[in-house]
């Protein structure tokens, strides 16, 4: 089955800077890549995904790029604020008999500091 | 609103009890998910169910039972509740395609003592 990795597990920024969460997967077929927000005592948010026919996509602060042929995809934020603090998942889903399933990393913990 | 709404958002109980947690949504999905965050956070997926029908069935204890009555509600039930059932539950649902976004609900905490 799909295997995904994320590092780092934690990530201390300024505010202002840029913070980047990388994820590797295992399974070539796998062809959407979404990424969630999880704030505090709240359910995971989808913020962004990446479809497997395109490498880049970018909606104001935030943007993920994705390489099939190395089979990894990151997350990139930038001019980061306070309120950015929060758990960040990245997830896999599979195709065939793993179509309805998401594999997801094990979480970074982004923390920005005022 | 257009969401996922679970209840109840805090359930504590004692060991050995039988509880049942609701999930519902109203965003015409037709596939639901019911998923466990340990304490590290780390986010399993334990069933889904597409159109009243069970797809995904992850090695879980049999004292859980996922029910679908319809599309728009996935329940699940525990039995004989353990320490280490203690965690969040988080419900989701999806339009299954090519690409199958989940949303997630807010999520219930399960304490048991």
């Known amino acids: 089955g799909e295997n995904v990795e994320q590092h780092p597990s934690t990530l201390s920024v300024q505010e202002g800077d840029s913070a980047v969460i990388k994820c590797t997967y295992s399974d070539s077929a796998s062809n959407y890549f979404p990424w969630y927000k999880q704030e505090l005592g709240k359910g995971p948010q989808l913020i962004i995904d990446i479809r497997s026919n395109v490498g880049e996509k970018k909606d104001q602060r935030i943007a993920v790029t994705l390489n099939k042929t190395a089979k990894h995809f990151s997350l990139h934020i930038t001019e980061t604020q306070p309120e950015d603090s929060a758990v960040y998942f990245c997830a896999a889903k599979g195709s065939g008999g793993s179509n309805y399933k998401l594999t997801f990393g094990k979480g970074t913990l982004l923390t920005v500091n005022p | 609103d257009t969401a996922v709404s679970q209840t109840p958002k805090y359930l504590v109980t004692q060991m050995g009890n039988d509880k049942s947690i609701k999930c519902e949504q109203n965003l015409g999905h037709d596939t639901m998910y019911w998923y466990k965050q340990d304490s590290k956070k780390f986010l399993k997926i334990m069933f889904s169910?597409?159109?009243?029908?069970?797809?995904i069935n992850e090695t879980v204890p049999n004292r859980f039972s996922p029910k679908s009555p319809d599309k728009a509600h996935l329940n699940l039930h525990i039995n004989s509740l353990e320490l280490g059932d203690s965690a969040v539950y988080f419900c989701?649902?999806?339009?299954?395609?090519?690409?199958?976004?989940?949303?997630f609900g807010p999520g219930t905490r399960l304490t048991v003592l």
């Open positions: 989701a649902s999806s339009q299954v395609g090519r690409y199958n976004e989940q949303f």
């Open positions: 169910y597409n159109n009243k029908e069970l797809i």
